[in-house]
């Protein structure tokens, strides 16, 4: 019994010994390491400035909208602050003159003027972007109803030093408006909502069988004298307003040039009461083409929606715009490109 119990405790210990060995002389587990070709994400390109689909690199998002009521008469120009406004709408008022409803958010002038009084159909004009809407007065009816639109309404008689008038001009051409201290009266900085659908890096205009035509330029008639003529500038990609030959400057020396016109046809039954709620004819132009097509508006919170004759999105090009609401039945000239010469025969 003895021995059987010492044989059975060596065997045991043998066994150990052999299990023991048998684990040094496995090779030790390769520790992992990193992967040097490990790719990082890229971080996301920043948010769209809302009113031009831009990227925003100003604070666009971090402010409201300032819409500014513009004068057009030729006293009044060159005005202040057109050329760097995200959207201006042009619109008719009394005697066929036009005047402008000029917007900021992305890019904040220094001044913006000359500023005249409210119309009629200015409240649904900024009903969809809220935000500030200064103007200097009015008839009671048009400030009545500017009164019923989202905004925060900014008046010459209530500005403080936010407006001032300018010595060097004639009244009552001479109302100017300090943007930012406009912008400080505008109570909570909500950013406004998109207006337009944008086009992507490399989107066409149209696709087929939506045809996109070649415009050289563009001139809407309005009344004599107020009737811009568009022409687009390829190196650019912008589209130059003139009068005639006469180039459209601002203040600032430098020509009006957005990157999209917009003509929309809508109806006038009084001056300065177009409508621009319900649905009509609209030719967009952008990048030396013009899609033309409907706009369909149903209620004044929501912008005009562009389409197509097969109900698709018109998009714009990203950048700012200027919208013509030309009476219906206007005439809208087009001008495009001369046809390609044709190839001399060959020499008999």
């Given amino acids: 019994m003895r021995r059987s119990f010492a044989f059975v405790a060596a065997l045991a210990v043998t066994a150990s010994i052999a299990v023991a060995c048998s684990g040094d002389d496995e090779p030790e587990a390769k520790e992992q390491k990193a992967d040097p070709t490990t790719t990082t994400t890229a971080p996301p390109p920043p948010p769209a400035a809302p009113l031009t689909g831009l990227p925003d690199t100003t604070g666009a998002l971090t402010r409201p909208a300032l819409s500014v009521k513009v004068e057009n ?47 009629d159909m200015d409240p649904n004009i900024v009903w969809p972007v809220g935000g500030i809407f200064a103007y200097s007065g009015g008839a009671p009816g048009p400030v009545s109803h500017i009164m019923d639109a989202p905004v925060n309404l900014v008046d010459e008689g209530a500005t403080g030093t936010a407006m001032y008038r300018d010595r060097g ?19 909570q900085p ?20 939506v045809v996109a035509e070649p415009v050289t330029s563009v001139r809407v008639g309005f009344q004599s004298g107020y009737d811009p003529t ?60 013009v899609v033309r097509g409907r706009w369909v508006r149903p209620a004044p919170e929501q912008p005009a929606q562009f389409v197509d004759g097969f109900g698709a999105p018109i998009k714009l090009a990203p950048g700012n715009t200027w919208v013509e609401l030309v009476p219906r039945n206007t005439a809208v000239d087009v001008v495009g490109p001369p046809p390609p010469a044709l190839a001399a025969p060959p020499a008999p």
């Fill in 190 to 209: 909500v950013p406004p909502p998109p207006l337009f659908s944008y086009l992507a890096p490399g989107e066409p205009l149209a696709t087929a069988p």
């Fill in 73 to 119: 008469s030729p006293e009044a120009r060159p005005q202040s602050g057109l050329e760097t406004a995200d959207v201006v709408y042009e619109e008719v008022v009394e005697g066929g003159i036009t005047r402008f409803v000029a917007i900021f958010n992305s890019v904040i002038p220094e001044v913006v003027g000359p500023i005249r009084s409210v119309r």
């Fill in 230 to 289: 568009w022409t687009y500038d390829a190196t650019t990609g912008t589209w130059l307003r003139s009068y005639g030959f006469q180039p459209f400057m601002a203040a600032s020396g430098a020509q009006i040039a957005p990157v999209n016109v917009v003509v929309q046809f809508i109806d006038y039954p009084g001056y300065s009461d177009g409508k621009t709620l319900g649905e009509g004819d609209v030719w967009v132009f952008a990048g030396g083409q």
């Fill in 169 to 187: 001009k004639a009244a009552p051409h001479n109302l100017f408006g300090y943007t930012q201290a406009l912008f400080d009266r505008g109570g």
